[in-house]
C-alpha cells in the first residue's frame, strides 16, 4: 500500500469516461474493444486480474472502501477478479482489515473478489506451529486463496516471519509481502529476500513495495528502500538476479512503487516485462473511492507482444491462484 500517486484526481476522471461507456451489470465485465482506428484502444486491454486491493478503511482520513463500490471500480476498469488483502499488523496501516473482512467481500462477490488472509507474525499462539498452522487453514478452509498483505514490522527473514512461511508451505499459499525500510526490511541486494525464496523454493512469493521495486537498480541504498527512487535503472538490480536464480519470486506491480519501477526508465521497463513476463502480475493497491491509479495507462503505454500483456494483465495470476478468467 502506497499513499503515493493516489490524488491525481484529473486521471481518474479520465479513466472513468473511458469506462462509462462499458459499465456492465455486477458478475460480469465488458470485453475489451478493439483498438479504434486512430491506433488508441477505448480501454487500455484487459481484462485484468487485480492481485492486490483492499476494502474497508485503511489510512486516517481517506474514506472506507466497501466490497459494492471496489466492483462498481472494476466494472469500470475492465477488471475481471481482484484479490482483497487483509491489513492485520500496526505498521501497515491506520485501520486494520481483518481477514473476516476479506472473506465476507469474497462471500458477497464469489465471482469477482479473491480473498488472502494473513496474521501477524507476533500475535500469540499456543501449540506451537500446529496451532500457527490451525489458525492459518481456517482461513483457507473459508475460501483464502493466499496470504498477505503480509506487511509486518520485521525483517523478511525473521524467525517469527519464517514460521509463516513454514505454515504457507505446508498448506500450499502464496505470500503477498511489502517491503519498505520499516515493514519486511532487507538490505540492499536483497540477501534476506534470498535466504527466504532458497529455505522456501515451494512458496511463491509475491514481491510489492518501495523496498522490493527499488531493488530493480543496481545502484539502489537504504534510503531508496523506503522511498520512490526516479532515473535510469542501472544494470546489476537484485531484482533480475533473484527472478533468474528463484522461479519462486513474483512480482505485483501495484502502487506508487510497482509503477515508478516500470516508468522511472521506460527503456529498462519495457525490456524487464518481456523478460519477467511469466513472473509479473498486474495489480492497483485501490484502497479509497476516487483513487487515481496509473498502472491501466502504463501498461498500456508500453509496446508489448500480446501474449507477454496478456500473461501480465491476467493469465499469471489466474495461473498461480488457480482463477477462471
Ligand atoms: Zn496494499
Redesign the pocket.
Known amino acids: ?1 502506497s499513499r503515493s500517486a493516489c490524488d491525481r484526481r484529473a486521471c481518474l476522471r479520465r479513466a472513468v469516461a473511458m469506462g462509462a461507456a462499458l459499465l456492465s451489470s455486477r458478475g460480469t465485465w465488458p470485453r475489451a474493444p478493439a483498438a479504434e482506428a486512430g491506433g488508441r484502444a477505448a480501454a487500455p486491454h484487459g481484462p485484468f486480474v487485480d492481485v ?1 486491493t ?1 476494502v474497508g478503511r485503511t489510512w486516517n482520513g481517506d474514506p472506507p472502501l466497501t466490497s459494492e463500490a471496489l466492483v462498481r471500480w472494476m466494472d469500470e476498469h475492465h477488471v475481471a477478479k481482484a484479490v482483497v ?1 487483509p491489513l492485520v499488523s500496526p505498521e501497515s496501516s491506520s485501520y486494520l482489515n481483518l481477514t473476516e473482512q476479506a472473506l465476507a467481500a469474497a462471500a458477497r462477490f464469489p465471482d469477482r473478489l479473491v480473498p488472502f488472509c494473513c496474521i501477524d507474525p507476533r500475535t500469540s499462539y499456543v501449540r506451537g506451529r500446529a496451532g500457527l498452522r490451525a489458525m492459518v487453514k481456517e482461513y483457507v478452509d473459508q475460501g483464502a486463496k493466499g496470504f498477505g ?1 503480509h506487511k509486518a514490522g520485521l525483517p523478511i527473514d525473521h524467525p517469527k516471519m519464517r514460521a509463516l512461511y513454514e505454515v504457507c508451505d505446508d498448506l500450499h499459499l502464496p505470500v503477498l509481502f ?1 517491503m519498505d525500510e520499516q515493514r519486511g526490511m532487507d538490505q540492499p541486494g536483497l540477501p534476506g529476500l534470498e535466504r527466504v525464496l532458497k529455505a522456501f523454493p515451494n512458496v511463491p512469493f509475491i514481491g510489492h513495495g518501495p523496498g522490493f521495486w527499488a531493488s530493480i537498480s543496481g545502484d539502489v541504498t537504504a534510503r531508496d528502500m523506503g522511498g520512490y527512487p526516479k532515473g535510469p535503472v542501472r544494470p546489476g538490480g537484485a531484482l533480475d538476479r533473484l527472478f533468474q536464480a528463484c522461479p519462486n519470486l513474483w512480482g505485483d506491480l501495484s ?1 506508487g512503487s510497482g509503477a515508478g519501477a516500470l516508468a522511472r526508465d521506460r527503456r529498462f521497463g519495457q525490456a524487464f516485462l518481456v523478460r519477467r513476463a511469466d513472473r509479473l502480475l498486474f495489480g492497483t ?1 485501490y ?1 479509497k473511492p476516487g483513487q487515481d491509479v496509473p498502472q491501466f495507462e502504463l501498461l498500456a503505454s508500453f509496446d508489448l507482444p500480446p501474449e507477454v500483456r496478456a500473461r501480465i494483465e491476467r493469465e499469471n495470476a489466474a495461473k498461480l491462484l488457480g482463477l477462471k478468467v
Open positions: 500500500m492486490h483492499h488483502l498483505e511489502h502502487a493497491d484502497l
